[in-house]
């Protein structure tokens, strides 16, 4: 069994990892930390593990992490990257769930976080955690970088279309919304229902956190300068990123095809029948990244749509796959869970 911890638990991500790791058939949870629940037992405070999770939150003990195969950090950006080596110079692997290790230059983390990086030279071992580009890489790893929500869903999405070098790649533009949850477990006046219900607004247009990462993850797949306009907003719903993609086609492709074969045997990314137009619901609580590629009105145009839950795919059940991979188990141990609905 594969001894698992998570520096804090008390976040969403952190209760989606408890979920998804309390029935993984080869995980056993050793460890969840919080310095403001120390001592509350985690059913309390997430009642749905109510006979599954019978840990209580403990500080953020290093030396007590040291005995856990592997740790995940769902906590703040900025946490990871303080705890990071002596836990890797002890031997147990690091699954990180902030930003603390996606960006590969040092100096563009201090310009988007605020601040210098703590160890900047752990950044080059780093491996960026989306399976369906670096799941090679990820066999090896010690320290992994799980990827954000929106990068998810909006490289999946244009990947296809940049490997085979068929768009501008000077000119994309993602257009992408998000529930709620993905703003964190915390209070605040912009996630009060009476705020963010029957309600639609975009934020962080002229400049977004995940903006770099997106472009840095395009730039390494179509081998140039990206040019990227990404624009977030909010949506009154609790879970779900939908991503809807523009590029300008420089050739002519059978799109329908160079997504099914790119993602055949992609055991978490559907691409849907031509036509298709995936809903945010049909992946809720699964680890799932949906397609689906058009072309209106037959001209040079290629508009993608993509969605996922941004707990899941976005974050815990990727940052769960991320730890499969790493100690060579079943990609999909713990993840074939069917998505909710209604």
């Not at 056993?28 to 939150?57: D, K, Y």
Request: aromatic share 6%.
């Amino acid at each position: 069994m594969i001894k698992a911890g998570i520096v804090g638990g008390t976040g969403y991500t952190g209760v989606e990892l408890l979920r998804l790791l309390a029935g993984h058939p080869q995980v056993m949870l050793t460890a969840i930390t919080s310095r403001s629940e120390a001592g509350m037992a985690v059913s309390e405070m997430f009642p749905n593990l109510r006979g599954h999770v019978a840990l209580t939150f403990s500080e953020p003990d290093p030396v007590a992490l040291r005995g856990c195969d592997v740790v995940f950090f769902a906590t703040p950006n900025g946490t990871a990257m303080t705890m990071a080596r002596e836990l890797l110079e002890a031997g147990v692997r690091v699954i990180d769930l902030a930003a603390d290790f996606r960006l590969t230059d040092p100096a563009l983390w201090e310009q988007w976080y605020g601040s210098p990086h703590a160890c900047p030279d752990l950044l080059d071992e780093a491996v960026y955690g989306l399976p369906e580009v670096n799941r090679a890489a990820l066999r090896g790893a010690r320290l992994v970088a799980n990827p954000g929500c929106y990068p998810t869903a909006v490289t999946l999405g244009f990947l296809p279309l940049l490997e085979a070098g068929v768009i501008e790649p000077t000119h994309l533009i993602a257009d992408a919304k998000s529930g709620v949850s993905g703003a964190g477990r915390k209070a605040s006046v912009g996630s009060l229902l009476c705020e963010a219900g029957d309600n639609f607004k975009a934020y962080g247009v002229a400049g977004h956190r995940h903006w770099p990462e997106i472009r840095q993850n395009l730039g390494q797949v179509g081998g140039g300068e990206i040019g990227l306009t990404f624009v977030p907003h909010l949506v009154p719903m609790i879970r779900g990123i939908h991503a809807t993609l523009y590029g300008r086609l420089t050739r002519e492709v059978d799109l329908q095809t160079l997504f099914a074969e790119r993602y055949a045997g992609e055991p978490f990314v559907d691409v849907m029948p031509a036509g298709a137009h995936p809903e945010t619901r049909s992946v809720r609580g699964a680890n799932l990244c949906r397609l689906s590629v058009h072309r209106p009105q037959g001209g040079d145009m290629v508009v993608v749509l993509s969605v996922i839950d941004n707990l899941v795919k976005g974050a815990a059940g990727q940052a769960v796959q991320n730890m499969n991979i790493l100690f060579g188990l079943e990609e999909t141990a713990g993840l074939t869970g069917i998505a909710l609905l209604p």
